[in-house]
């Protein structure tokens, strides 16, 4: 059941991520939604339901949105797994971990994408980082404590059991 | 706390998903033309939803802009009556334009332009990605949508259809770096000046256009027209207006930053183009063959001339 609720939550939240873009979009791009919760869920539960969580909901944008099949599948897969190293190294009720966690694992992740979508040879580096993933970062870094503590007590509730 | 052989049995693991999905990414990322049935599956559960949502979406931020704008409403609404008395004017005009068109193309036996057939489609979801520029438009295969169909407003030329699905459809944007288009500009008309327009790479929301030759005329706010070569884009389309001409690194060619006439971030209706009209691309065809042959023509009688002229 925890399953297949976590599938409707990102299902759900890729629809409203594609479909709201209107206001999301603040002249730099718009927030990952979907990312910010791969983060939070691999925060909570480690790197290997992270990886999971990661490489589903990854799969998903690229059947919705994409255009090449298992590009945000391996990007937020190695992103879910790596921000699930931190899950015994950090206080789970401080939000500011998991603030950092999204704003750093933000540049793993669009470094990933930059490199996987051979858009490499084309794109000059800097521009791209202080245009597009900088911006992003921070824009992760102030929506996580949203969705993080949202999740930290309905998980504390036992909204996702078994998940722990 | 893990065993040292658990722990290389998990890294093996992801070492073989990671080499498993980037064999994938290489079978899928050239353009197919149907999707698998488990995209067929996710797209078309998911469209209704993303319909919903996105007119939902729409009419909240309409209703926050008519709020907010409240005071200047009645401003632009006086200037834009102002401008509709003018354009009443210029509507007289372009009648009458339009039937000496009309009657000069019967006796030149041309065929009419607008000969395609449009679908009707509503954009209902966006890439979340800052990488792409997709959108998906709630019109697939069962409406007559199929992949590479040329997606524009009344506005100017948006992109193509990449991935048909039963009820929607995925459109690869003017903007993004992997798409090129022919394009030329509408003063000059002549074959130098066509280019390929892309998305830019440097100016996210703005197109390149590229391999213009050295000689052609192109200034700032020209505006840029699809040419039809390629087969994709009907021609006559506009692309968007010059902001910035630029030398190319040898100084051998020229470039162009384009704006695009379309804003892309407040797309809500656009139009399929079903047909093409092959007449008209035999036609654009034909024109250039015939200004081959009259060249030819031209310097075989100046040729003529000059060889009698001799004698």
Known sequence: MAKIKVFIIIFLTL??????????????????????????????????????????????????????????ALTKMLTGYFSGFTEKNIYKDFVLGPMIIAFV???????????????????????????????RALYHFCLTPFAYLLLYFVNKKDFFYPFQ | MLTPGVKKKKVLILLGVILLLIILIGFTYRERDRLTPVEDFFISLASPIQEGVSSLSIHARDTIQVIRGYNELAQE???????????????????????????LREMLDFQERSSYDLIPAKVIARDPSTWFNTLIINKGYNDGVARDMAVTTKEGLVGNVIGVSRH??????????RRAVS??????????????????????????????????????????????????????????????????????LQYAIIKPAVNFNRLEE???????????????????????????????ETEGQEYNGQN
């Open chain 2, 77 to 103: 609404n006086a200037e834009l009556e102002e401008e509709l008395s003018k354009y009443r004017g210029l509507s007289h005009q372009v009648e009458e334009l339009r039937q000496e068109n009309q009657r």
């Open chain 1, 105 to 135: 694992l933000t540049f793993l992740h669009e470094g990933l994408v930059f490199v996987f979508s051979t858009e490499v040879m084309y794109l000059p580096l800097i521009n791209i980082l202080h245009e597009s993933i900088f911006p």
């Open chain 2, 183 to 252: 394009g030329i500009v509408q003063e000059s008309r002549d074959m130098g000046t066509i280019g390929f327009v892309e998305g830019s790479v440097d100016k996210p929301g703005y197109c390149r256009m590229v391999n213009i030759s050295r000689e052609a005329e192109i200034s700032r706010d020209d505006v840029i027209m699809s040419s039809g070569l390629g087969g994709v884009f009907p021609p006559g389309l506009v692309i968007g207006e010059v902001m910035e001409i630029g030398r190319d690194e040898y100084g051998l």
């Open chain 1, 15 to 72: 629809i409203l991520q594609g479909s709201i873009y209107p206001f999301l979009n603040l002249g730099r791009g718009q927030p990952d939604l979907v990312l910010i919760l791969v983060v939070c869920f691999s925060i909570l539960w480690g790197s290997k339901r992270g990886a999971v969580i990661g490489v589903t909901a990854g799969f998903l944008q690229d059947i919705l949105y994409g255009h090449a099949l298992g590009l945000f």
């Open chain 2, 168 to 177: 929607a459809s995925k459109v690869l944007l003017l903007t993004d770096s």
């Open chain 2, 270 to 300: 656009v139009f399929v183009v079903e047909d093409l009209g092959e007449e008209i691309l035999e036609e654009e065809e034909f024109d250039f063959d015939e200004d081959l042959n009259n060249e030819e023509n031209y310097q075989e």
